[in-house]
């Protein structure tokens, strides 16, 4: 089956079975490969993309499901050069490791700011419950989040919370 | 602007992240080859059966498939090389008979994965179920086998007294200890707990492609591995080459915590379908696949036992145990429990007797999942000592100082002769102490209990033992000769000044999230003043980097920065005697910095790191006879394993009524001796700690008594989530090593070795008013109720 | 992960939706595919057709016609959690909603969908049951109104007819004097993920006692369940701790309490008693 869609701002399209994953699609037929697969279940959030502004999971839905839709996936994210807020929250505050759970944790955490503009600890740590990352212990993952929505509201950051005490020897 | 970073305790932003970050992170399943193929494999839903016929007629039929292959194809090939030996090796396809359920019986290959698939549902096998052996106690006791004609299901026991007979002489503590069970004055407590079997759950799945050359006869294979060398030498040996034409890439690879530390049968399999059809092949894991296809972890069921007086010495410690080993053994298997022998009695002097039966089972191989042994270990002995500490009526902190290795027993030799090159566990748990104050605490813990609550506080210690050293432990069964790669514990770096004055640094390690450009560059940059930014370092690439032995054990920074540390200083001595000649000053007066060289005492007579080498590469502007160029590559042979060690505090609310454990603090305070990058070294701290948390309260693999494995997703399987946890607040102790030249331990896995215990601890103390003295992991809520229910009575 | 073939309809219209289901013995109605993809990937359910109703105008609406609020076919879990209809009219089931899955799963899922599948462990099937909701199935032959009592049969089985699709729930609104409240326990603690047990009710409270009750229950039997003892024994009580912990007592009568990974039969029993005893007293505090 053909199927259209605005993916990043590009018009694009493909002929696909009906029983092809967006993200297979995505992967596969756009060679946008930032979205992730991790499970089969709907629960890590690897694949997490914006279809018509909310984030989703890719791997949960069929391409032709998205014909017609407008799709942002993390190559999106940026605008040019400038990078999005959380990217460079996830940056600055350490928020990934192997970073493979990372492109869709940024789509989440997007996803949240754009709902909400000051997100207690709480209520990032619940946002982002359908995203899975086994290296960070998402402590500073949720640094992260808490640094880029200070910087979206035109506020300073507070300041790293990791060990910076240590005095070194060399 | 020129920036030096410094290379001990300097943040600095990972060079990783950019491209992580905007989805431009390259991992195996996004590499695509013109021509591949995809292989998918048909697996056993029997946990132990013969197979009797394999019909592949209907899938080799379908449009778009390519071939399929049985043991029949590949039985030449070998079985899945493994590196301690002992036990039945896995065969690349079943081989007449199957083992555990997911067991890959027949390999499919087709144009793409849906039809692959397709095709791997329609091979028809005929099996004739046999026996499983699930449970691991009745693997010693029972008489069925978990491998057909197998004398017995125990493939070895170790004891702590004779674990490597001929080298340590040592005395075995056994009949001191029972003497000391015969004085009227001490206790005797004793628990059987079980450590469960766990899944790594990395979330990237396993992927590899490989494509041969026949041009060449030459193969290149990209693998999610911890271990790029030791799979290239594996590839090699199993397919007769030199090992020099097998050309191994790790990319990024998305999390390992071990488990990306094997050889697997699908990296040989799609090398040997690459070279049969002429056609790149790559094959993906499926999360569900995942269960079957990658070891898991843990799965140990063992007694502890203390005897120790009432004011709290302890006189002896006891751990009797199974550690089930699954069905296969694959890389170091049977020897994760000699891991946990190195760190069995934890940071105390104490007397030690210890016995771990390795058993098969008809089960998945179990293998290193992040602490390999030694989170197991500090399990026993922490929880046992908490319940002795609570049998005596002493506060578990103060039974755990009375028995500390004090500060000045190092270096200390542990009771099966290792030596741990340093410590101060007192000043370590004084500090997590003052940090959290502790009596505070204990006054809200009782003010809370007053008002109903029950709030818990568990305190648990460790020691770990990282960057395995020294050399002869090879001899061990530890080294890599049985892929082809006869070497020992090592580390490789290589630096290298290009004609630029950038700096290429490149490393035989195989890091899966650890930051090592990052670290490496700020080692480099330190070293040799040279801009950080101006740094590159690669990894994982088989073709380029100086053997090594790969990333696991917490060994990285200590081993192979170590190694890259010295070939810094190799190259800074070299770039002396050319900065010397430019600048007509004395060798020694060189001093490197701010992006150069200048003459120490006068900071505006220098060099640019360009301009040096522009003479390194231009003869005839240096010092006479000087040869041209400008690297280094080192290797780096500990003397010793470095021994980390911390203490960690967990504060949990239980609600009685239904279970529900809440974790309302943790509070780690580790020392790995100096620190490169505290905020890397913070990251791996939270993520160890997270998945001990996991293994505390959420994780484990269930089997049936079939063999099925009812835990094979993460619907069934929940690692923890954002939800789950709290903030974790970290504090430090800093206690150098002398083994290597930077003074650094490890920290990859400390987090994991110490927090489980941590956690059940506090648990336990929470709900201790209703008589309950030991809860096993994991700690869901119908466990904690239940625990309640039963000291209820 | 990779679903067997199947065809695929994307369906203009109900009608045309309809005729595909009635032509097509092994089709398979679709909304959000949060339930139906995951099994399809795993090859547990191969559907020959799937027909999307997701384009079908008109279905994605939360009317509030006074008494009953009407929960269209496609209205996502966020929706439904976030509606100032239903938080305000019934608020067991906004709260359900909310506990529903993650974010993206809320985004995508429908509570229509939610319902139709049926899940042992779901949490808006015990809201619709305490809330005594009628679904509304249509087929080519015809619309039908089952009430949610009768509409849950067992393990992911409904009173749906194959050819039948859950175009609307239709719930009561809670009036003056009347709360209603949901909680669980989930699987990983704390009220994450599937229900180990929770429990939704529904009290009216008159002069200081209860005048009306229900409760319903999820994760503990082979279907969520109206636990009615519970509401007998209330009804006419003054609505106390001690008085909602004596009816909460008879929660699993008549229920057949399935022991699994997260639980044995004892404790599910006596977590169904905790939690619809939590469960009421929050609509009693919501009521007064």
């Given amino acids: 089956m053909q199927v259209t869609m605005t993916v990043n701002g590009r018009e694009v399209s493909g002929d696909v079975e009906p029983r092809t994953l967006l993200v297979h699609f995505i992967r596969e037929n756009l060679r946008l490969t930032g979205t992730h697969v991790g499970c089969e279940t709907s629960y890590c959030g690897a694949c997490t993309i914006q279809v018509d502004g909310n984030a989703v999971k890719s791997c949960t839905m069929l391409a032709v499901q998205a014909d017609g839709a407008t799709v942002k996936t993390v190559e999106g994210l940026a605008d040019g050069d400038q990078l999005h807020a959380v990217q460079e929250g996830f940056w600055e505050r350490h928020g990934l490791q192997c970073g493979y759970c990372t492109p869709g944790m940024l789509m989440s955490a997007a996803s949240l700011l754009e709902q909400n503009a000051s997100p207690s600890e709480d209520e990032i740590r619940h946002a982002i419950e359908g995203n899975l990352c086994r290296c960070t212990g998402y402590h500073n993952i949720v640094r992260s989040i808490e640094y880029a929505a200070a910087k979206l509201r035109g506020e300073e950051p507070a300041p790293p919370d990791w060990t910076l005490d240590f005095e070194g020897v060399s | 602007m020129t920036t030096s970073v410094s290379a001990m305790g300097g943040i600095v932003r990972r060079k990783e992240d950019p491209a992580l970050i905007a989805g431009r992170g390259q991992y195996v399943d996004d590499i695509r080859l013109n021509g591949e193929a995809v292989m998918a494999f048909v697996r056993s839903p029997f946990a132990h059966a013969r197979i009797n016929s394999i019909d592949t007629a209907a899938a080799e039929s379908m449009p778009g498939v390519l071939a399929v292959y049985t043991i029949e194809d590949v039985r030449d090939l070998g079985p899945v090389l493994a590196q301690v030996p002992v036990g039945v090796l896995r065969p690349l396809l079943a081989d007449g008979a199957v083992h555990h359920v997911g067991e890959a019986v027949a390999a499919v290959v087709a144009e793409n994965s849906y039809v692959a698939r397709d095709a791997a549902d329609s091979v028809m096998v005929d099996y004739d179920p046999l026996p499983a052996v699930v449970d691991m106690k009745a693997a010693v006791t029972g008489t069925d086998r978990a491998h057909e004609g197998a004398e017995s299901n125990v493939l070895v026991t170790w004891f702590s007294h004779d674990w490597w007979p001929g080298v340590f002489e040592l005395e075995d503590h056994r009949p001191a200890i029972a003497e000391a069970k015969q004085r009227d004055d001490v206790v005797v407590v004793s628990q059987e707990m079980l450590n469960q079997r766990l899944i790594p759950t990395a979330i990237e799945p396993r992927a590899v492609l490989a494509d041969w050359n026949h041009g060449y006869d030459r193969v290149k294979l990209w693998s999610s591995t911890q271990m790029p060398h030791a799979l290239a030498g594996a590839v090699a040996k199993t397919f007769?080459?030199?090992?020099?034409?097998?050309?191994?890439?790790?990319?990024?690879?998305?999390?390992?915590?071990?488990?990306?530390?094997?050889?697997?049968?699908?990296?040989?399999?799609?090398?040997?379908?690459?070279?049969?059809?002429?056609?790149?092949?790559?094959?993906?894991?499926?999360?569900?696949?995942?269960?079957?296809?990658?070891?898991?972890?843990?799965?140990?069921?063992?007694?502890?036992?203390?005897?120790?007086?009432?004011?709290?010495?302890?006189?002896?410690?006891?751990?009797?145990?199974?550690?089930?080993?699954?069905?296969?053994?694959?890389?170091?298997?049977?020897?994760?429990?000699?891991?946990?022998?190195?760190?069995?009695?934890?940071?105390?002097?104490?007397?030690?007797?210890?016995?771990?039966?390795?058993?098969?089972?008809?089960?998945?191989?179990?293998?290193?999942?992040?602490?390999?042994?030694?989170?197991?270990?500090?399990?026993?002995?922490?929880?046992?000592?908490?319940?002795?500490?609570?049998?005596?009526?002493?506060?578990?902190?103060?039974?755990?100082?009375?028995?500390?290795?004090?500060?000045?027993?190092?270096?200390?030799?542990?009771?099966?002769?290792?030596?741990?090159?340093?410590?101060?566990?007192?000043?370590?748990?004084?500090?997590?102490?003052?940090?959290?104050?502790?009596?505070?605490?204990?006054?809200?813990?009782?003010?809370?209990?007053?008002?109903?609550?029950?709030?818990?506080?568990?305190v648990g210690t460790y020691v770990e033992v990282c960057g395995f050293a020294p050399s002869v432990l090879a001899e061990f069964g530890f080294g890599w000769d049985a892929y082809g790669m006869p070497t020992s514990f090592s580390g490789s770096g290589l630096v290298r000044i290009n004609p630029d004055g950038s700096a290429t640094v490149i490393i035989g390690t195989g890091p899966s999230g650890q930051g090592h450009q990052t670290t490496w560059a700020q080692v480099v940059s330190d070293r040799l003043g040279i801009d950080f930014d101006n740094v590159r370092v690669t990894h994982g690439n088989t073709a380029e980097s100086p053997t090594g032995v790969g990333t696991f054990g917490s060994r990285s920074a200590a081993v192979d920065g170590a190694a890259t540390y010295e070939a810094a200083e190799k190259v800074s001595k070299k770039a002396a005697d050319i900065v010397a000649h430019m600048l007509e000053a004395s060798a020694d007066d060189i001093r490197f910095a701010d992006g150069g060289a200048h003459v120490a005492g006068s900071p505006g007579h220098k060099v640019t790191w360009a301009e040096i080498a522009e003479v390194a590469y231009k003869p005839h502007k240096g010092p006479e006879g000087f040869e041209a160029g400008l690297e280094a590559h080192a290797v780096f042979s500990p003397g010793n394993a470095t021994w980390p060690f911390g203490s960690h505090l967990a504060v949990v609310e239980v609600d009685p009524e239904t279970g529900n454990v809440e974790i309302l603090r943790y509070v780690g305070v580790d020392d790995c001796g100096n620190r490169i990058n505290p905020m890397i070294v913070d990251g791996q701290i939270h993520g160890g700690i997270a998945q001990g948390i996991g293994q505390a309260m959420f994780e484990e693999a269930i089997y049936d008594e079939d063999g099925n494995l009812l835990t094979g997703s993460l619907i069934d399987y929940p690692i923890p989530t954002a939800g789950d946890l709290p903030a974790f607040e970290l504090g430090w102790t800093n206690t150098p090593t002398d083994v290597n030249p930077m003074g650094v331990k490890g920290i990859g896995e400390a987090g994991t070795i110490g927090s489980a215990q941590t956690i059940v601890n506090a648990v336990v103390d929470a709900v201790s008013p209703f008589g309950v003295k030991h809860i096993d992991m994991p700690l869901r809520p119908k466990r904690v109720w239940d625990a309640i229910q039963k000291a209820r009575g | 992960m990779y679903p067997r073939s199947f065809e695929y309809v994307a369906a203009a219209s109900l009608d045309e939706a309809l005729s595909a289901l009635a032509d097509n013995p092994g089709a398979k109605v679709m909304t959000g595919g949060m339930s139906l993809i995951p099994l399809m990937k795993l090859r547990l359910f191969s559907p020959s057709l799937v027909v999307d109703i997701g384009r079908v105008p008109g279905l994605d609406a939360i009317d509030d016609s006074g008494d009953q609020l009407a929960i269209g076919a496609l209205v996502r879990h966020a929706a439904t959690a976030s509606s100032d209809a239903v938080k305000s009219g019934a608020a067991a089931l906004a709260q359900a909603a909310a506990l529903t899955g993650d974010v993206q799963v809320r985004n995508r899922g429908t509570t229509c969908g939610a319902i139709a599948h049926a899940d042992i462990a779901a949490d808006q099937t015990a809201a619709v049951l305490a809330l005594g909701a009628t679904m509304v199935a249509k087929s080519t032959s015809g619309e039908r109104e089952i009430a949610a009592a009768d509409f849950f049969v067992d393990t992911l089985t409904s009173a749906l007819e194959p050819d039948e699709i859950l175009v609307e729930v239709r719930v009561p609104k809670t009036g003056a004097g009347s709360g209603s409240a949901y909680g669980k326990l989930g699987r990983r603690g704390g009220q994450s993920d599937y229900a180990v047990a929770g429990a939704a009710a529904v009290v009216t409270m008159d002069g200081g006692n209860v005048a009306a009750a229900s409760v319903a229950l999820t994760g503990v039997g082979t279907k969520p369940t109206l636990a009615a003892g519970v509401a007998e024994a209330l009804v006419g009580t003054d609505g106390s701790a001690e008085a909602v912990a004596g009816a909460a007592g008879r929660a699993t009568e008549g229920v057949t309490v399935l022991e699994d990974l997260y639980g044995s039969e004892e404790y599910k029993s006596h977590l169904a008693q905790v939690y619809a005893a939590r469960a009421i007293n929050a609509a009693i505090a919501a009521a007064t």
């Avoid at chain 2, 269960?291 to 004011?311: E, K, L, N």
């Avoid at chain 2, 006189?315 to 170091?332: H, K, P, R, T, V």
Wanted: aromatic content about 10%; glycine content about 10%; charged content about 20%.
């Fill in chain 2, 240 to 458: 007769g080459l030199p090992s020099n034409e097998v050309h191994v890439v790790a990319p990024e690879v998305g999390g390992g915590f071990g488990a990306k530390l094997n050889i697997y049968p699908d990296e040989i399999l799609t090398v040997f379908a690459s070279k049969d059809l002429n056609r790149p092949v790559r094959w993906t894991e499926t999360r569900r696949e995942s269960a079957f296809s990658t070891i898991q972890g843990r799965g140990w069921v063992a007694t502890a036992t203390i005897t120790g007086t009432r004011d709290g010495e302890i006189l002896g410690y006891e751990l009797d145990g199974i550690a089930d080993m699954g069905a296969y053994s694959q890389n170091f298997t049977v020897a994760i429990p000699v891991l946990g022998l190195f760190v069995a009695q934890g940071q105390y002097d104490i007397p030690l007797a210890w016995q771990v039966a390795c058993v098969q089972t008809n089960t998945q191989t179990t293998d290193a999942y992040r602490g390999a042994g030694r989170p197991e270990a500090s399990y026993y002995i922490e929880r046992i000592i908490d319940m002795y500490a609570a049998e005596i009526g002493m506060d578990p902190t103060e039974v755990r100082r009375k028995n500390f290795f004090k500060k000045e027993d190092f270096p200390a030799t542990t009771a099966i002769g290792l030596t741990m090159d340093s410590g101060d566990y007192e000043t370590n748990l004084d500090t997590l102490i003052a940090d959290v104050d502790y009596a505070g605490l204990r006054s809200m813990q009782a003010a809370a209990r007053e008002e109903g609550r029950y709030i818990g506080i568990g």
